[in-house]
């Protein structure tokens, strides 16, 4: 009788799935906390060691490069800056923001400003291109090598889970972050590829709560001789927006994001999210603590704001500098580096 009550509810919940949105699955209001575990993985995908904790919590729901998004800073404990994700939910799908990618000037990928990252309305079993990038890259003594940069996911359908915050019926998606080796044939065939590393993600989602478990599973690149470690995130708590106390989300909702690129050769974005509109100062320091500039000093209404620092005005050396972001009762730095 059990097994059956089981079939049954999973049957169920698989019918359901097919009219569910992204909405269903992200909750929006401002104030909500995920309080997650992160652990390392060894070779066999077993946590090692003590969990790094991590608290995820939505300061702002608003348009962003064109969609309604879910703005999420990402802090440890006892932390009141952090980075931010930009989580967008439409229709049957959920897609995320991510910055571009620069290594100095040797290379840089400029990502789209949306992947289409979480689709519900896909065949189980059935990978979708996320996101797909072909292009060259010299490598020292290896010569041009023609490369293509693939992610692309798969929905796996419903899974029960059992994380420190509880059970859940959640819907599993497979991630695969692919760099091919691209071998020419003759036109009109398409180049072929082949794998040379390939990372996989799996991940769950929960209704109302998001993501509650995402396990980077640990991977070997034979070419290399080389094993990496895995990760796992877990939900430990979720406290939602009308279960958190004033005063701790306004400490929260002050965020310094780390500038981008970093390390950079000669400009930068300072970018921050303010709570209410106040007086806000940026100032640059050097590794002696003496102030290089001041690059706002301005009232400005609450929201994300950005500005931009141009190394090359002030004759500066490579190295370690300092960005401060000051009000009236706040103030928090953060470092960079700057490579002439």
């Given amino acids: 009788m059990k097994k059956f009550l089981i079939i049954f509810i999973l049957s169920l919940a698989t019918v359901q799935l097919k009219s569910q949105t992204a909405l269903q699955y992200v909750p929006t ?4 906390v995920w309080v997650m575990n992160n652990y390392v993985l060894d070779s066999t995908g077993t946590p090692v060691g003590q969990p790094q904790v991590l608290i995820d919590s939505t300061v702002a729901y608003q348009i962003f490069k064109g969609k309604q998004s879910l703005f999420v800073i990402r802090r440890p404990p006892n932390v009141n800056i952090g980075d931010t994700n930009w989580i967008a939910p439409s229709g049957q799908s959920i897609f995320t923001h991510q910055r571009s990618i ?8 400029n990502l789209p400003d949306w992947f289409e990252y979480y689709r519900f309305a896909t065949s189980l079993g059935s990978f979708y291109t ?8 010299t490598v020292p003594q290896l010569g041009t090598l023609p490369l293509r940069f693939l992610l692309r996911g798969a929905r796996l359908g419903l899974d029960t889970v059992t994380v420190p915050a509880g059970f859940f019926f959640a819907v599993k998606f497979k991630i695969e972050a692919k760099v091919q080796y691209l071998i020419s044939l003759p036109p009109p065939l398409p180049p072929f590829a082949i794998d040379l590393v ?4 799996n991940d769950w989602l929960a209704q ?3 993501l509650i478990k995402s396990v980077q599973e640990p991977f070997r690149i034979d070419t290399l001789g080389l094993s990496l470690p895995g990760t796992m995130r877990e939900l430990v708590e979720f406290r939602s927006a009308s279960s958190v106390d004033f005063e701790d989300m306004n400490s929260l909702n002050y ?3 780390q500038n981008f690129p970093n390390p950079f050769n000669s400009k930068t974005v300072i970018s921050f999210y303010l709570p209410k509109d106040e ?4 100032k640059v320091y050097n590794s002696l603590g003496q102030q290089v500039t001041e690059l706002l000093n301005e009232f400005l ?3 994300m704001h950005s500005i931009e620092f141009d190394a090359n005005r002030f004759n500066l050396t490579s190295g370690v500098y300092f960005y401060s972001l000051e009000t009236r009762n706040k103030k928090f730095s953060r470092s960079m580096i700057y490579l002439k």
């Fill in 29 to 32: 209001q401002v104030g909500n």
């Fill in 102 to 109: 620069q290594i100095d000037t040797i290379f840089t990928l």
């Fill in 130 to 137: 996320i996101y797909r990038f072909d292009t060259t890259l």
């Fill in 198 to 201: 390939t990372i996989p993600f």
């Fill in 208 to 210: 109302g709560r998001y």
């Fill in 255 to 257: 965020v310094l994001n």
């Fill in 279 to 282: 007086n806000v100062t940026i």
């Fill in 301 to 303: 209404v609450s929201g």
